[in-house]
Structures are given as C-alpha cells and as structure tokens.
C-alpha cells in the first residue's frame, strides 16, 4: 500500500510568481483534500477534489485552485504569490465515505520571498 | 462555523509518566467527529485517535484514550506510559457528518518527553 507522496518538499518563490504543488494520492483513494499550515499553526483547509471536481472549499481566494485527475493524483496551483503564502501546504487523501480514513503526506514547504 | 480551541501551547511529561492535553470545540450540531492527530518532526499528520459524537464511550487506542464530554463540548487526549517517541505536536480536530470531508483543526499542543 502506497502512502501519499508530495512534490517537492521545500520550494523557494518570488512575490507575484505562480506555483504548482504535486500530490500523488493513496492507492485507492478517491478523494483529496489540501491545507495549508502557516508556522506555529493548525492546518487550515484550503479545498476538497472528488472525482475530478471541486468538492467544498475554505476560506482561501480564487488564485488558489486545484485539478484532480483520472488517477486521482492532484495539483494546488497558487497565482500572484504573496508572503503570506508561505507555509507548509499539506496534501490529505481518502476514501470518501471512511470515518477518518485520511493519509497526509509530508507537505511541501513554500517559502515565499 | 465550527472552531476547535487547544488552550495549551506546550506540555511536557517524564518518561512513563501519563499526561493529559485539552481540547475544547464549538459547534450547533449534534453528529459530528473529533479527532487527535500527531505531527512530528517529518512533517506528516498521523492519525491517534478519533471519537464519533453519537458513541457516549470514550475511544481507546493501546496507550491512548480520551475524555469526551460532549454537553461541555470537550475532548481531552490521556497519553499513559509516555515514550520518547511520543514528542511531536499534537492536533485536535473536528469534522461535521453532514460536510464533506473537511477537518477543522486547532493550534495544536507541542510535547515535550523527558528521559
């Protein structure tokens, strides 16, 4: 049984880029979710993807969007990066239905300059 | 909106010693799931322990159980025969039935585990 895996683990960017985060979800997993942990922080949720639509979605603003695919992996795309973006951006997938069933990956930390 | 509170910034315990760190929620439903959740070092959240509000028994898992005492909206985790390894942040979160699959987390809890 594959874990979640996040791609890359620590990525540095400039105010005003754009960036894409990677997630490859759990075998057999069909829902994925994305947070985003500022430091000394809880994670806050970002948005949810199932079935390669958009499934529920936190407080965050448009710049922040996201796809799923077939293969249920999926990306976090940020526009006009700001420094607050900097964080660690956390990729959960899950088996929509499990109580709990939720495999997170390590993250990927995003430091904005 | 539901908000998870943890009012202990930091904690600390003694090798095989038990300690408990608090969680209190706020939410107007009544079917609804908690959660602790461990983040070491490696970044990755790992699932320790979770509760189903309409279950009155409180959940236990080897080492460690918890309070759950849902007319005072609190949800404390006993960590007994404290480990090293058990050093890390620890989360408490909160997921509605009826929402997707959102958790709603709270600041977390840093342990400390001295030898």
């Given amino acids: ?24 979800s759990q075998s057999g997993h069909n829902t994925v979710s994305w947070y985003q942990q500022a430091l000394g922080q809880g994670p806050q949720f970002i948005f949810q993807y199932y079935r390669e639509e958009e499934n529920g979605r936190g407080n965050f603003p448009p710049r922040f969007s996201g796809l799923q695919f077939p293969n249920y992996s999926s990306e976090l795309n940020v526009n006009a990066l700001e420094l607050d973006d900097s964080a660690l951006y956390l990729c959960a997938s899950s088996f929509t239905g499990t109580l709990g069933g939720y495999t997170f990956g390590s993250g990927t930390r995003l430091t904005v300059v | 909106a539901q908000t998870v509170t943890q009012s202990q910034p930091e904690m600390s315990v003694q090798e095989a010693e038990t300690v408990t760190l608090s969680c209190t929620y706020d939410t107007s439903e009544s079917d609804y799931y908690l959660f602790w959740y461990k983040q070491p070092p490696s970044r990755q959240m790992i699932l320790v ?7 009155q028994q409180n959940a236990t898992e080897n080492r460690f159980s918890v309070n759950f005492q849902k007319a005072a909206k609190s949800f404390s985790l006993k960590i007994s025969d404290s480990q090293l390894g058990d050093a890390a942040m620890y ?5 509605s039935a009826r929402d997707t699959d959102k958790l709603i987390f709270g600041t977390g809890t840093r342990l400390q585990v001295f030898p």
């Fill in chain 1, 1 to 24: 049984e594959t874990g979640v895996t996040q791609s890359p683990t620590h990525l540095i960017k400039t105010r005003g880029q754009q960036v894409t985060l990677r997630c490859s």
């Fill in chain 2, 49 to 55: 322990i979770r509760q189903e509000a309409y279950k």
């Fill in chain 2, 91 to 95: 989360f408490c979160a909160y997921r």
